[in-house]
Protein backbone atom coordinates (compact mmCIF):
# COMPACT_ATOMS: atom_id res chain seq x y z
CA UNK A 1 0.00 0.00 0.00
CA UNK A 2 1.12 3.59 -0.25
CA UNK A 3 3.40 5.42 1.50
CA UNK A 4 1.38 8.27 4.15
CA UNK A 5 1.23 11.45 2.08
CA UNK A 6 -0.02 14.93 3.16
CA UNK A 7 -3.69 15.56 3.27
CA UNK A 8 -5.50 16.79 0.16
CA UNK A 9 -7.44 19.12 2.93
CA UNK A 10 -4.59 20.69 4.67
CA UNK A 11 -1.14 21.33 4.08
CA UNK A 12 -0.18 19.71 7.47
CA UNK A 13 0.11 16.27 7.79
CA UNK A 14 -2.74 14.19 8.42
CA UNK A 15 -2.87 11.92 11.57
CA UNK A 16 -2.07 8.28 10.68
CA UNK A 17 -4.75 5.43 12.50
CA UNK A 18 -2.92 2.90 14.03
CA UNK A 19 -5.31 -0.61 13.23
CA UNK A 20 -3.09 -3.15 14.69
CA UNK A 21 -2.30 -4.83 17.43
CA UNK A 22 0.96 -5.09 19.20
CA UNK A 23 2.05 -8.15 17.01
CA UNK A 24 1.29 -6.50 14.09
CA UNK A 25 -2.41 -8.21 13.11
CA UNK A 26 -5.33 -6.11 13.19
CA UNK A 27 -7.01 -5.31 15.95
CA UNK A 28 -10.84 -5.88 14.59
CA UNK A 29 -12.18 -4.15 17.58
CA UNK A 30 -9.91 -0.78 16.17
CA UNK A 31 -11.18 -1.76 12.42
CA UNK A 32 -14.83 -2.36 13.00
CA UNK A 33 -15.01 0.43 15.20
CA UNK A 34 -14.17 2.89 11.85
CA UNK A 35 -16.92 1.37 9.99
CA UNK A 36 -20.20 3.46 11.58
CA UNK A 37 -22.91 0.79 9.87
CA UNK A 38 -21.85 -1.89 11.90
CA UNK A 39 -23.61 0.08 14.52
CA UNK A 40 -27.22 -0.50 12.88
CA UNK A 41 -29.51 -3.62 13.53
CA UNK A 42 -30.80 -5.42 10.68
CA UNK A 43 -34.47 -7.41 11.68
CA UNK A 44 -33.17 -6.63 15.25
CA UNK A 45 -30.25 -8.28 14.70
CA UNK A 46 -26.37 -7.58 14.04
CA UNK A 47 -25.69 -6.28 10.37
CA UNK A 48 -23.12 -9.39 9.18
CA UNK A 49 -22.07 -8.08 5.78
CA UNK A 50 -20.66 -10.48 3.31
CA UNK A 51 -20.90 -8.56 0.07
CA UNK A 52 -18.20 -6.30 -0.20
CA UNK A 53 -17.16 -7.56 -3.87
CA UNK A 54 -20.68 -5.89 -5.14
CA UNK A 55 -19.67 -2.60 -3.03
CA UNK A 56 -17.46 -2.45 0.44
CA UNK A 57 -18.70 -0.44 3.51
CA UNK A 58 -16.90 3.54 4.31
CA UNK A 59 -14.95 4.05 7.21
CA UNK A 60 -15.34 6.96 8.57
CA UNK A 61 -12.54 8.75 7.72
CA UNK A 62 -14.13 8.55 4.33
CA UNK A 63 -17.08 9.93 5.02
CA UNK A 64 -15.75 12.93 7.17
CA UNK A 65 -13.65 13.35 4.49
CA UNK A 66 -16.12 14.27 2.29
CA UNK A 67 -18.39 15.84 4.36
CA UNK A 68 -15.35 18.26 5.43
CA UNK A 69 -15.43 19.01 1.59
CA UNK A 70 -19.11 20.12 1.44
CA UNK A 71 -18.81 21.80 4.52
CA UNK A 72 -15.87 23.73 3.98
CA UNK A 73 -14.17 23.34 0.17
CA UNK A 74 -17.19 23.25 -1.91
CA UNK A 75 -16.20 25.18 -5.34
CA UNK A 76 -16.06 24.23 -9.13
CA UNK A 77 -12.45 23.13 -9.86
CA UNK A 78 -9.70 24.29 -12.38
CA UNK A 79 -12.08 27.43 -13.55
CA UNK A 80 -11.76 30.17 -10.24
CA UNK A 81 -9.43 32.09 -8.55
CA UNK A 82 -11.19 32.68 -5.30
CA UNK A 83 -10.17 31.04 -2.42
CA UNK A 84 -12.75 28.25 -2.58
CA UNK A 85 -12.28 26.87 -5.78
CA UNK A 86 -8.29 27.10 -5.23
CA UNK A 87 -9.06 24.74 -2.20
CA UNK A 88 -11.08 22.69 -3.80
CA UNK A 89 -9.04 22.15 -7.12
CA UNK A 90 -6.02 21.20 -4.72
CA UNK A 91 -8.24 18.25 -2.88
CA UNK A 92 -9.29 17.13 -6.68
CA UNK A 93 -5.44 17.55 -8.11
CA UNK A 94 -4.25 16.15 -4.61
CA UNK A 95 -6.42 13.00 -5.35
CA UNK A 96 -5.37 12.49 -8.16
CA UNK A 97 -1.60 12.21 -7.00
CA UNK A 98 -2.52 10.32 -4.18
CA UNK A 99 -3.94 7.47 -6.28
CA UNK A 100 -0.59 7.92 -8.68
CA UNK A 101 1.27 6.71 -5.64
CA UNK A 102 -1.60 4.10 -4.84
CA UNK A 103 -1.08 2.75 -8.11
CA UNK A 104 2.49 3.49 -8.68
CA UNK A 105 2.04 4.98 -11.63
CA UNK A 106 4.86 7.49 -13.23
CA UNK A 107 2.94 10.57 -13.32
CA UNK A 108 -0.16 12.03 -12.34
CA UNK A 109 -1.03 12.86 -16.08
CA UNK A 110 -1.64 9.17 -16.16
CA UNK A 111 -4.38 9.46 -13.64
CA UNK A 112 -7.77 9.78 -15.30
CA UNK A 113 -10.61 10.29 -12.96
CA UNK A 114 -14.00 8.07 -14.28
CA UNK A 115 -17.17 7.14 -12.32
CA UNK A 116 -15.82 3.84 -12.44
CA UNK A 117 -14.31 0.56 -13.43
CA UNK A 118 -17.35 0.01 -16.49
CA UNK A 119 -16.69 3.52 -17.53
CA UNK A 120 -12.79 3.46 -17.68
CA UNK A 121 -13.22 -0.07 -20.10
CA UNK A 122 -15.85 1.84 -22.38
CA UNK A 123 -13.44 5.18 -22.89
CA UNK A 124 -10.55 2.99 -23.69
CA UNK A 125 -13.03 0.45 -26.10
CA UNK A 126 -14.28 4.01 -27.72
CA UNK A 127 -10.67 5.89 -27.36
CA UNK A 128 -7.92 3.60 -28.20
CA UNK A 129 -9.77 0.34 -29.89
CA UNK A 130 -11.70 2.85 -32.40
CA UNK A 131 -8.66 4.36 -33.15
CA UNK A 132 -6.59 1.24 -33.41
CA UNK A 133 -8.64 -1.81 -34.61
CA UNK A 134 -9.53 -2.68 -38.14
CA UNK A 135 -11.53 -5.74 -39.58
CA UNK A 136 -9.70 -8.76 -39.26
CA UNK A 137 -8.27 -7.62 -35.55
CA UNK A 138 -8.61 -9.66 -32.58
CA UNK A 139 -9.94 -8.75 -28.94
CA UNK A 140 -9.01 -11.29 -26.17
CA UNK A 141 -10.21 -11.47 -23.10
CA UNK A 142 -11.40 -14.34 -20.82
CA UNK A 143 -14.30 -17.11 -19.77
CA UNK A 144 -14.36 -15.18 -16.39
CA UNK A 145 -14.86 -11.55 -17.29
CA UNK A 146 -17.48 -9.47 -15.85
CA UNK A 147 -19.93 -7.52 -17.86
CA UNK A 148 -18.27 -4.98 -17.82
CA UNK A 149 -15.36 -6.38 -19.40
CA UNK A 150 -17.19 -8.13 -22.16
CA UNK A 151 -20.22 -6.09 -23.36
CA UNK A 152 -17.70 -2.98 -24.33
CA UNK A 153 -15.64 -5.50 -26.79
CA UNK A 154 -18.12 -6.35 -28.60
CA UNK A 155 -19.30 -3.48 -28.98
CA UNK A 156 -16.18 -1.95 -30.42
CA UNK A 157 -15.61 -5.36 -32.59
CA UNK A 158 -19.43 -4.77 -34.15
CA UNK A 159 -18.25 -0.80 -35.12
CA UNK A 160 -14.87 -2.12 -36.18
CA UNK A 161 -15.35 -5.24 -37.76
CA UNK A 162 -12.97 -6.77 -35.33
CA UNK A 163 -13.30 -10.30 -33.98
CA UNK A 164 -13.41 -11.24 -30.59
CA UNK A 165 -11.95 -14.05 -28.78
CA UNK A 166 -12.03 -15.68 -25.67
CA UNK A 167 -9.40 -17.65 -23.42
CA UNK A 168 -10.79 -20.88 -21.35
CA UNK A 169 -10.63 -21.43 -17.46
CA UNK A 170 -10.70 -24.47 -16.12
CA UNK A 171 -13.09 -26.08 -13.47
CA UNK A 172 -11.01 -24.88 -10.58
CA UNK A 173 -11.37 -21.55 -11.85
CA UNK A 174 -8.10 -20.48 -13.26
CA UNK A 175 -7.03 -19.92 -16.52
CA UNK A 176 -5.56 -22.37 -19.21
CA UNK A 177 -2.62 -19.85 -20.01
CA UNK A 178 -1.27 -22.56 -22.14
CA UNK A 179 -4.63 -22.31 -24.25
CA UNK A 180 -4.36 -18.46 -23.76
CA UNK A 181 -1.10 -17.80 -25.41
CA UNK A 182 -2.48 -20.14 -28.04
CA UNK A 183 -5.56 -17.41 -28.88
CA UNK A 184 -2.86 -14.71 -28.92
CA UNK A 185 -1.14 -13.68 -32.25
CA UNK A 186 -0.15 -10.98 -34.82
CA UNK A 187 -3.81 -10.31 -34.86
CA UNK A 188 -4.49 -9.56 -31.44
CA UNK A 189 -4.24 -5.82 -30.94
CA UNK A 190 -5.34 -5.76 -27.43
CA UNK A 191 -6.08 -8.12 -24.61
CA UNK A 192 -8.73 -7.13 -21.42
CA UNK A 193 -8.04 -9.65 -18.93
CA UNK A 194 -9.80 -9.01 -14.82
CA UNK A 195 -6.64 -9.04 -12.64
CA UNK A 196 -8.97 -10.96 -9.79
CA UNK A 197 -12.64 -12.56 -10.71
CA UNK A 198 -15.52 -10.83 -8.71
CA UNK A 199 -17.38 -14.20 -8.87
CA UNK A 200 -14.78 -16.54 -7.70
CA UNK A 201 -11.76 -14.65 -6.42
CA UNK A 202 -9.45 -16.24 -8.51
CA UNK A 203 -6.16 -14.13 -9.12
CA UNK A 204 -4.28 -13.83 -12.59
CA UNK A 205 -0.72 -14.27 -13.60
CA UNK A 206 -1.60 -10.81 -14.73
CA UNK A 207 2.41 -10.23 -15.24
CA UNK A 208 2.68 -13.33 -17.40
CA UNK A 209 -0.63 -12.32 -19.40
CA UNK A 210 1.10 -9.09 -20.09
CA UNK A 211 4.39 -10.91 -21.37
CA UNK A 212 2.64 -13.28 -23.66
CA UNK A 213 0.49 -9.64 -25.10
CA UNK A 214 3.28 -7.38 -25.63
CA UNK A 215 5.37 -10.02 -27.78
CA UNK A 216 3.18 -9.73 -29.95
CA UNK A 217 2.74 -5.89 -29.36
CA UNK A 218 -0.49 -5.85 -28.24
CA UNK A 219 -2.09 -3.80 -25.33
CA UNK A 220 -3.23 -4.92 -22.14
CA UNK A 221 -6.03 -3.73 -20.31
CA UNK A 222 -6.76 -4.82 -16.57
CA UNK A 223 -10.11 -5.02 -14.61
CA UNK A 224 -8.67 -4.33 -11.61
CA UNK A 225 -12.08 -3.55 -9.41
CA UNK A 226 -11.75 -6.96 -7.18
CA UNK A 227 -7.78 -6.54 -7.02
CA UNK A 228 -7.71 -2.94 -5.41
CA UNK A 229 -9.19 -3.65 -2.10
CA UNK A 230 -6.88 -6.57 -1.58
CA UNK A 231 -3.66 -6.27 -3.31
CA UNK A 232 -0.45 -4.21 -3.56
CA UNK A 233 -0.95 -2.85 -7.47
CA UNK A 234 2.00 -1.49 -9.15
CA UNK A 235 1.44 -0.86 -12.73
CA UNK A 236 5.26 -0.40 -13.52
CA UNK A 237 5.92 -3.29 -12.28
CA UNK A 238 3.24 -5.50 -13.84
CA UNK A 239 3.94 -3.26 -17.35
CA UNK A 240 0.46 -3.25 -18.17
CA UNK A 241 -0.97 0.04 -20.46
CA UNK A 242 -4.46 0.42 -19.21
CA UNK A 243 -5.56 -0.46 -15.41
CA UNK A 244 -9.10 0.08 -14.00
CA UNK A 245 -10.61 0.67 -10.62
CA UNK A 246 -13.99 1.44 -8.96
CA UNK A 247 -13.74 3.54 -5.68
CA UNK A 248 -16.70 1.96 -3.79
CA UNK A 249 -15.02 -1.40 -4.06
CA UNK A 250 -12.13 -0.39 -1.84
CA UNK A 251 -14.05 1.28 0.93
CA UNK A 252 -14.38 4.39 -1.17
CA UNK A 253 -17.38 6.28 -2.39
CA UNK A 254 -19.63 5.44 -5.55
CA UNK A 255 -19.66 7.36 -8.90
CA UNK A 256 -15.67 7.67 -8.60
CA UNK A 257 -12.98 5.28 -10.47
CA UNK A 258 -9.69 5.53 -12.36
CA UNK A 259 -8.22 4.65 -15.74
CA UNK A 260 -4.93 4.58 -15.50
CA UNK A 261 -3.08 5.41 -18.65
CA UNK A 262 0.29 4.64 -19.92
CA UNK A 263 1.12 8.65 -21.07
CA UNK A 264 1.90 8.08 -25.08
CA UNK A 265 -1.17 5.97 -25.12
CA UNK A 266 -3.30 8.37 -23.12
CA UNK A 267 -1.64 11.38 -25.73
CA UNK A 268 -2.39 9.78 -28.63
CA UNK A 269 -6.10 8.72 -27.61
CA UNK A 270 -8.85 11.22 -29.28
CA UNK A 271 -11.02 12.75 -26.28
CA UNK A 272 -14.21 10.35 -25.33
CA UNK A 273 -16.61 13.07 -24.37
CA UNK A 274 -16.68 16.33 -25.29
CA UNK A 275 -17.15 19.62 -23.55
CA UNK A 276 -15.82 22.13 -20.62
CA UNK A 277 -12.70 21.34 -19.18
CA UNK A 278 -11.14 18.73 -21.82
CA UNK A 279 -10.44 22.14 -24.41
CA UNK A 280 -7.93 24.61 -25.06
CA UNK A 281 -9.57 26.88 -27.18
CA UNK A 282 -12.82 26.47 -29.03
CA UNK A 283 -14.56 28.35 -31.70
CA UNK A 284 -17.00 27.52 -34.26
CA UNK A 285 -14.70 26.17 -37.01
CA UNK A 286 -12.61 23.96 -34.73
CA UNK A 287 -11.93 23.05 -31.10
CA UNK A 288 -8.51 22.13 -29.72
CA UNK A 289 -8.25 19.75 -26.33
CA UNK A 290 -6.27 19.54 -23.23
CA UNK A 291 -3.43 17.25 -22.24
CA UNK A 292 -4.43 14.13 -20.19
CA UNK A 293 -5.55 13.63 -18.18
CA UNK A 294 -8.29 16.23 -18.21
CA UNK A 295 -8.68 15.86 -22.23
CA UNK A 296 -10.74 12.57 -20.92
CA UNK A 297 -12.59 14.81 -18.05
CA UNK A 298 -15.30 16.75 -20.01
CA UNK A 299 -18.27 18.69 -17.32
CA UNK A 300 -18.04 19.20 -13.89
CA UNK A 301 -15.84 16.29 -11.86
CA UNK A 302 -16.85 14.07 -9.59
CA UNK A 303 -15.39 16.18 -6.68
CA UNK A 304 -15.99 15.40 -3.50
CA UNK A 305 -15.76 11.60 -4.96
CA UNK A 306 -12.02 12.00 -5.65
CA UNK A 307 -11.94 12.93 -2.25
CA UNK A 308 -13.54 10.19 -0.63
CA UNK A 309 -11.16 8.09 -2.63
CA UNK A 310 -8.62 10.00 -1.15
CA UNK A 311 -9.27 9.01 2.03
CA UNK A 312 -10.22 5.72 1.23
CA UNK A 313 -6.55 5.06 0.06
CA UNK A 314 -5.68 6.88 3.17
CA UNK A 315 -7.45 3.93 5.20
CA UNK A 316 -6.24 1.43 3.25
CA UNK A 317 -2.63 2.47 3.90
CA UNK A 318 -3.36 3.09 7.71
CA UNK A 319 -4.68 -0.40 7.60
CA UNK A 320 -1.72 -1.96 5.94
CA UNK A 321 -1.03 -4.24 3.27
CA UNK A 322 0.17 -7.33 5.02
CA UNK A 323 -1.79 -7.24 7.88
CA UNK A 324 -4.86 -6.95 6.12
CA UNK A 325 -3.45 -9.69 3.56
CA UNK A 326 -3.39 -12.18 6.53
CA UNK A 327 -6.37 -11.30 8.03
CA UNK A 328 -8.67 -11.21 4.83
CA UNK A 329 -6.79 -15.12 4.20
CA UNK A 330 -7.17 -16.79 7.64
CA UNK A 331 -10.71 -15.98 7.04
CA UNK A 332 -11.55 -17.01 3.50
CA UNK A 333 -9.69 -20.59 5.03
CA UNK A 334 -11.44 -20.76 8.10
CA UNK A 335 -14.82 -20.32 5.80
CA UNK A 336 -13.87 -22.80 3.61
CA UNK A 337 -13.49 -24.98 6.02
CA UNK A 338 -16.80 -24.41 7.26
CA UNK A 339 -18.66 -24.21 4.33
CA UNK A 340 -17.14 -27.84 2.97
CA UNK A 341 -18.02 -29.58 6.18
CA UNK A 342 -21.64 -28.68 5.88
CA UNK A 343 -23.59 -32.03 3.96
CA UNK A 344 -25.16 -30.48 0.81
CA UNK A 345 -23.15 -27.54 0.48
CA UNK A 346 -21.45 -27.37 -3.15
CA UNK A 347 -18.03 -24.76 -3.37
CA UNK A 348 -17.63 -23.34 -7.09
CA UNK A 349 -14.14 -22.78 -7.52
CA UNK A 350 -10.59 -23.93 -6.39
CA UNK A 351 -7.73 -21.59 -7.09
CA UNK A 352 -4.66 -21.57 -4.97
CA UNK A 353 -4.56 -18.00 -5.42
CA UNK A 354 -7.84 -16.24 -4.50
CA UNK A 355 -9.03 -13.31 -2.39
CA UNK A 356 -11.74 -13.33 0.21
CA UNK A 357 -14.54 -14.62 -2.11
CA UNK A 358 -16.21 -18.03 -2.06
CA UNK A 359 -18.88 -19.56 -4.36
CA UNK A 360 -21.14 -21.57 -3.51
CA UNK A 361 -24.35 -23.99 -3.90
CA UNK A 362 -27.01 -25.97 -1.59
CA UNK A 363 -28.98 -28.91 -3.38
CA UNK A 364 -32.08 -28.00 -4.33
CA UNK A 365 -32.35 -24.69 -3.36
CA UNK A 366 -32.22 -21.76 -5.59
CA UNK A 367 -29.55 -19.11 -4.09
CA UNK A 368 -32.28 -16.03 -4.19
CA UNK A 369 -33.96 -17.93 -1.18
CA UNK A 370 -30.33 -18.39 0.65
CA UNK A 371 -30.03 -14.71 0.54
CA UNK A 372 -33.78 -14.06 1.32
CA UNK A 373 -33.60 -16.47 4.49
CA UNK A 374 -30.14 -15.38 5.25
CA UNK A 375 -31.75 -11.77 5.27
CA UNK A 376 -33.85 -12.78 8.08
CA UNK A 377 -30.99 -13.47 10.57
CA UNK A 378 -29.22 -10.04 9.22
CA UNK A 379 -26.72 -12.16 7.20
CA UNK A 380 -25.86 -9.75 3.70
CA UNK A 381 -24.66 -11.97 0.53
CA UNK A 382 -24.99 -11.79 -2.83
CA UNK A 383 -27.25 -14.08 -4.89
CA UNK A 384 -27.19 -14.37 -8.81
CA UNK A 385 -25.14 -14.45 -11.56
CA UNK A 386 -22.65 -11.54 -10.32
CA UNK A 387 -22.67 -10.00 -13.79
CA UNK A 388 -20.57 -13.12 -14.91
CA UNK A 389 -23.17 -15.07 -16.97
CA UNK A 390 -20.26 -16.62 -19.14
CA UNK A 391 -18.44 -18.21 -16.12
CA UNK A 392 -22.28 -19.35 -14.90
CA UNK A 393 -22.41 -20.92 -18.08
CA UNK A 394 -18.99 -22.63 -17.53
CA UNK A 395 -20.00 -24.29 -14.57
CA UNK A 396 -23.45 -25.43 -15.97
CA UNK A 397 -24.82 -22.90 -13.17
CA UNK A 398 -27.64 -19.83 -13.30
CA UNK A 399 -26.62 -18.41 -10.39
CA UNK A 400 -24.61 -18.81 -6.90
CA UNK A 401 -24.51 -17.72 -3.55
CA UNK A 402 -21.41 -15.32 -3.08
CA UNK A 403 -19.58 -14.53 0.25
CA UNK A 404 -16.99 -12.07 0.02
CA UNK A 405 -15.04 -10.28 2.35
CA UNK A 406 -13.02 -6.95 3.62
CA UNK A 407 -10.91 -5.77 6.88
CA UNK A 408 -13.82 -5.96 8.80
CA UNK A 409 -15.30 -9.72 8.80
CA UNK A 410 -14.19 -11.79 11.22
CA UNK A 411 -14.59 -15.66 11.95
CA UNK A 412 -17.54 -15.05 13.91
CA UNK A 413 -19.13 -13.56 10.59
CA UNK A 414 -18.78 -16.97 9.44
CA UNK A 415 -20.07 -19.02 12.31
CA UNK A 416 -23.03 -16.70 11.95
CA UNK A 417 -23.36 -17.92 7.92
CA UNK A 418 -22.95 -21.82 8.60
CA UNK A 419 -25.96 -20.96 11.84
CA UNK A 420 -27.83 -19.12 8.69
CA UNK A 421 -27.32 -21.84 6.32
CA UNK A 422 -28.38 -24.55 8.55
CA UNK A 423 -31.32 -22.47 9.22
CA UNK A 424 -32.17 -22.33 5.26
CA UNK A 425 -31.59 -26.18 5.29
CA UNK A 426 -34.34 -26.64 7.68
CA UNK A 427 -36.35 -25.06 5.80
CA UNK A 428 -35.96 -27.14 2.90
CA UNK A 429 -35.71 -30.26 3.66
Known amino acids: M ?58 LNVIDAMSRFFLMENANVHRGVHYLSERATEAYEGARSKVQRFLNAGDSHEIVFVRGTTEAINLVAQTYGRAHLRSGDEVLITAMEHHSNIVPWQMLCEQTGASLRVAPMDDAGCLILDEMEKRIGPRTKLVAVTHVSNALGTINPIRRIIDMAHAYNARVLVDGAQAAPHLNIDVRALDCDFYAISGHKMYGPTGIGVLYGKS ?9 QGGGDMI ?39 VGGEALSEHESDVLTYGIRALSRMPMVRLIGAAPERVGVISFVLEDVHPHDIGTILDREGIAIRTGHHCAQPLMKHFGLPATARVSLACYNTREDIDALVEGLTKVQAVFQ
Open 264 to 272: ELLNAMPPY
Open 2 to 59: IATASSVHSRKSRAVQDYTDGAGALDMHRVRQAFPIFKEKVYGKPLIYLDSAATSQKP
Open 280 to 318: VSVSFEKSSYAVPPHKFEAGTPNMVGAVGLAAAIDFLSD
